[in-house]
């Protein structure tokens, strides 16, 4: 079991809809919550964090965690063509190493 | 926005040659990590560092080295290139143990 699981997708959505995006984690303890997105041939870029349970929104997106079922989401409202890229989440290290691990992606796709 | 710089962007380069990719950031992070990333798979974490002269391996072995001799710059070196070190490599930096902010990557070919 990877540590943390998101599906390749592609996730499809049609232009102006709520895109929905999963995670899961497996270590219990950890404590801080990213969301990134990457186009294709580019670096990832920091969209949202959180780390507390419950929902916290920023413009269009909303992120969730549910720490009692290890589990970490991302909603995206009025999607765009723009939207369409790989989402990787990436919880931290319950060793307090400073390190992060990343998700394999969900790779989103905006139908105009 | 984060200000953290990579050089070359792209490089194409013969088996053999020694080669240095540059990171360099002004945020005044302590933290600096070094990533690998083939197309379309996951970020591997191949270096990181916590401050001046510290640098440690990261997940994946790589046969890269690193060095930390100023706060704001995280060279990484490869001293014989070979054509599986082709790949993506991602600079990222850190002020704590929060969020990582990405270079814009350097592609590597090694023909």
């Known amino acids: 079991q990877k540590e943390v699981e998101q599906n390749s997708g592609p996730l499809s959505v049609p232009e102006g809809a709520i895109a929905s995006l999963n995670c899961t984690y497996s270590?219990?303890?950890?404590?801080?919550f990213f969301w990134y997105r990457q186009y294709s041939g580019k670096s990832p870029e920091l969209i949202m964090f959180?780390?507390?349970?419950g929902d916290k929104e920023d413009g269009r997106f909303t992120a969730q965690l549910n720490k009692a079922s290890q589990y970490v989401s991302l909603l995206i409202r009025d999607s765009q063509p723009s939207d369409s890229a790989t989402y990787l989440c990436?919880?931290?290290?319950?060793?307090?190493?400073?390190?992060?691990?990343f998700g394999s992606g969900t790779r989103l796709l905006v139908r105009p | 926005e984060a200000d953290i710089y990579q050089t070359p962007r792209y490089l194409v380069i013969g088996t053999g040659k020694k080669i240095t990719l540059e990171c360099s950031q002004t945020m005044g992070h302590d933290k600096m990590y070094w990533y690998q990333q083939d197309p379309g798979m996951e970020l591997h974490l191949i270096h990181y560092?916590?401050?001046?002269?510290?640098?440690e391996k990261g997940d994946l072995s790589s046969e890269s080295t690193v060095s930390r001799i100023r706060t704001e710059h995280f060279p990484l070196t490869l001293e014989s290139a070979r054509p599986s070190h082709t790949s993506q490599y991602l600079c990222?930096?850190?002020?704590?143990?929060?969020?990582?902010?990405f270079g814009p990557g350097t592609r590597l070919t090694v023909t």
């Open positions: 270590d219990r303890g950890s404590q801080s």
């Open positions: 990222a930096s850190s002020r704590g143990l929060d969020e990582q902010y």
């Open positions: 560092s916590y401050g001046v002269n510290s640098t």
């Open positions: 959180i780390y507390s349970n």
């Open positions: 990436a919880v931290n290290r319950v060793d307090s190493s400073y390190k992060l691990i």
